[in-house]
């Protein structure tokens, strides 16, 4: 046994990094508590795609947890990087509501995700993404992250229900109502588990869910599972369909799901860096191109299973959060989802109001690195903050990256300093101008 410990300690090089398997596996059960909605969101959403049926929610749900499972294993053993990978939330809805509808079919629609995971796989290899990764200015990247850290913590209030939609005519947000039973839940487990973070209790954001599911079930905001269906993935796993895919009127949605896969998970990987302390003094990530790697073979087998674009999440800062550092801690994720497989309606036990205030608050953890930009520099400062501002308002990480980088590019022409961006700033820039336009 202490041969086999000496082991793992050896491949993900848990002593270099001053974790433990004990808190690796403590940080996996927060990321996946908080990941775990995935389960049950992504199969309602794909349901809805052309040619989808209701019946086939449990096989969607079964292709969703094994696809998480399998690449998640896949970046924790490859990468050994703490950050889980599940069906990507907005990615799941273009596939559902516009890329099936437009493409004829879900099947269709599956097989343009695997093209894209290929195309992005080759992106990588050519070196493209990560030289990209490497051109972004520190205080941009500072302020993906902190961005990424706004927009958990607004996802984390719209699902306590503490910010809702606002009525027509009226501003776009407003205040939810605490006659809801989840928002009551929300609020108290937000209250209870702001406390234990502020105490610094080990496993707090654990704990807090866990507390919190407590108070859901009091206020009949959850309950048991009244079956427990067997597991089958049959009539989606797949069924992707690579050939039906490849038409000419379908490579601007293409385009599209390229652009989105590939500069989410650049904003995320470099977030939940600087939130571990993973990157070196320039403030690089080491090994960003096996993460980019596999993150991009994750899509194509996210649409090969029929589980939509694999990608990485932003929800592993609650792992991070709670002392994670390395891939041991995204196999776990993985191990997890494998066994959500069988024990979904379990997982199910936990509503998005128990797990919306470790969301808020990994909010918290993360806007923390705005503080590192600096703001006497306008020409850099202004577009990080635009890009800190309009990740969490657009909903979307993609978007505010590209705002951000137009904004840096245009105001360092303007200021005839045409030489300071990397050319792949340019580059990049006016792909994301491309994208804003067509899509």
Aim: hydrophobic share 60%.
């Amino acid at each position: 046994m202490a041969s086999g410990a000496g082991a793992i300690d050896r491949f993900f090089h848990l002593s270099a990094r001053r974790t433990t398997v004990g808190r690796e596996l403590r940080g996996a059960v927060a990321t996946f508590l908080t990941m775990a909605y995935i389960l049950f969101v992504n199969p309602d959403i794909l349901t809805q795609a052309k040619g989808a049926t209701p019946e086939m929610f449990g096989a969607f749900l079964v292709s969703t947890a094994l696809a998480a499972g399998v690449c998640c294993i896949l970046m924790g053993a490859v990468a050994n990087f703490p950050i889980a990978l599940a069906s990507g939330m907005g990615l799941n809805a273009i596939v559902a509501y516009q890329v099936s509808t437009a493409a004829g079919s879900w099947q269709a629609a599956m097989g343009l995700i695997v093209l894209d995971g290929l195309l992005t796989t080759l992106l990588v290899l050519t070196g493209l993404r990560e030289a990209v990764m490497h051109a972004i200015p520190r205080d941009l990247r500072l302020a993906i992250g902190a961005g990424i850290g706004l927009f958990i913590a607004f996802i984390g209030l719209v699902n306590a229900k503490l910010v809702i939609a606002g009525a027509a005519g009226a501003p776009p947000v407003a205040a939810g109502h605490l006659a809801d039973p989840a928002t009551r839940t929300a609020l108290i487990g937000l209250l209870a588990t702001a406390f234990l973070v502020a105490r610094r209790v080990n496993g707090a954001l654990i704990l807090g869910i866990l507390l919190t599911t407590g108070v859901a079930f009091l206020f009949g905001a959850t309950r048991w599972p009244a079956t427990f269906p067997l597991p089958s993935f049959t009539g989606v796993a797949f069924q992707a369909d690579v050939r039906a895919a490849l038409r000419w009127d379908l490579m601007p949605l293409l385009f599209a799901v390229v652009m989105v896969d590939f500069f989410d998970t650049i904003g995320t990987a470099s977030a939940v860096a600087e939130s571990a302390g993973l990157v070196d003094e320039r403030g690089r990530v080491p090994g960003v191109r096996r993460i980019l790697a596999v993150d991009s073979l994750s899509a194509a087998i996210g649409g090969a299973l029929g589980a939509s674009s694999v990608t990485s999440y932003i929800e592993s800062a609650a792992g991070v959060a709670e002392g994670a550092r390395t891939g041991l801690h995204t196999v776990f994720v993985g191990l997890l989802f494998l066994l959500a497989i069988f024990l979904a309606p379990v997982a199910g036990v936990v509503p998005a109001a128990a797990t919306a205030p470790a969301l808020i608050l990994v909010g918290f953890l993360m806007i923390a690195q705005i503080v590192k930009v600096n703001f006497d520099d306008y020409e850099t400062a202004i577009p990080a903050f635009l890009t800190l501002l309009t990740i969490p308002l657009t909903y979307s990480i993609a978007h505010g990256i590209g705002y951000g980088f137009i904004a840096y590019v245009v105001i360092k022409l303007l200021a005839r300093k045409p030489r300071e961006p990397h050319p792949l700033m340019y580059l990049a820039s006016a792909a994301f101008l491309a994208y804003f336009i067509w899509s």
